[in-house]
Structures are given as C-alpha cells and as structure tokens.
C-alpha cells in the first residue's frame, strides 16, 4: 500500500500535464485518459481500504 502512495504522489501533478485526447482502453470502462486513468486507481484504492476496514472490525 505504502508504494502505491508513492506512485500515485508521483504522478499526481504529472496527469494534468498529458494530453487528454491520448486515451488508452480500459475493459470496463472503456477509453480513459491519463487523469481518468489516475482518478480510478485512486477510487479503486479507497474501495480496498474500506473493504480493509470492514474486514478488520470483523475480526476485532
């Protein structure tokens, strides 16, 4: 988790700067651009961790 952090610090002020009419295929979503592709990592990632959570307070 902590290297996806990193990666997503990275390339955070990066995204803005590419063009957004250069897309690339997503299978469920179809083509995505730079920021879209960096927007659904990080929602994807959020998903992960309440799911982390949920998980844990089972356990708990």
Not at 11 to 30: A, C, L, Q, R
Not at 32 to 60: I, P, T
């Amino acid at each position: 988790m902590e290297q996806l952090i990193q990666r997503m610090t990275h390339w955070e002020t990066k995204v803005d700067d590419i063009n957004p009419t250069k897309k690339s295929e997503h299978g469920g979503f179809g083509w995505l651009n730079a920021k879209e592709w960096y927007d659904l990592v990080g929602m994807h990632f959020r998903h992960h961790v309440r799911q982390k959570g949920e998980l844990e307070s089972y356990l708990v």
